[in-house]
């Protein structure tokens, strides 16, 4: 069965520190999509990221960067010089094909960032 | 602009009614998805749906049932069977179930069922 897992349930640092949060997956799929998404304070979750399982190269999007390895099967998500806005529960979710066509997301159980003056 | 809207914010029954939750998305998307969130839990996906009137169970449909008449709108009724309805609902939305694109999320519907 798909398994999301965020191992870390709270971090909390203090600003301009980097962060990284983890994430590792299990699945069937040869074919899978990985992704992150930000829910604040308010509960609307934020998409931040997709990547496919052939693309194993590292992004980054200004003070965000995601690395993919598939050799250990994680996703990890690093915050550079982090800020108190980036406080918020981050989730981590892995695409699952269905029985009867198109996927779903299998979401881990989110870390809350505390960020910190 | 576009988006997609869940009303209302905070929504407070008795046990025993039933309570339907409103989802509507301008985005132009086929794909629409109802999901509860639970503290300290992920989210769990209760019903999909790829396009009009056609829609199919998640990983916990029991105690719920949505309609999908318009292309806009994918309402969740919360059923009385429902044994702990207490929870966060958010509704999200994306251009197609395949491949797996982005979902994007309404701000959510908070239930308390006294």
């Known amino acids: 069965a798909q398994k999301v897992t965020q191992a870390q349930t709270e971090i909390s640092v203090v600003e301009k520190e980097d962060v990284t949060l983890d994430c590792v997956y299990e699945?069937?799929?040869?074919?899978?999509?990985l992704f992150w998404y930000k829910q604040p304070p308010s509960g609307e979750l934020v998409f931040l990221i997709r990547r496919n399982s052939f693309d194993e190269q590292n992004e980054i999007s200004g003070r965000y960067s995601w690395n993919f390895q598939k050799s250990t099967s994680s996703f990890n998500f690093t915050i550079t010089a982090s800020q108190v806005v980036d406080s918020a529960v981050y989730f981590c979710?892995?695409?699952?094909?269905?029985?009867?066509?198109?996927?779903?997301?299998?979401f881990g159980t989110g870390t809350q960032l505390k960020v910190e003056l | 602009d576009g988006g997609i809207t869940q009303s209302p914010k905070y929504l407070f029954r008795k046990e025993g009614q039933n309570v339907t939750l409103s989802c509507e998305q301008n985005?132009?998307?086929?794909?629409m998805y109802w999901y509860r969130q639970d503290p300290g839990q992920g989210l769990r996906l209760i019903y999909y749906s790829q396009i009009v009137n056609d829609f199919q169970k998640g990983d916990i449909a029991e105690g719920y049932s949505v309609s999908r008449e318009k292309k806009e709108s994918f309402p969740l009724t919360v059923t009385s069977a429902q044994k702990n309805p207490t929870a966060f609902y958010l509704c999200?939305?994306?251009?197609?179930?395949?491949?797996?694109?982005?979902?994007?999320f309404g701000p959510g519907t908070r239930l308390t069922v006294t």
């Open positions: 999200a939305s994306s251009i197609s179930l395949a491949p797996p694109y982005e979902q994007y």
């Open positions: 699945t069937r799929d040869t074919t899978y999509y």
């Open positions: 979710a892995l695409s699952e094909e269905l029985t009867g066509g198109g996927n779903k997301l299998t």
């Open positions: 985005l132009n998307h086929d794909a």
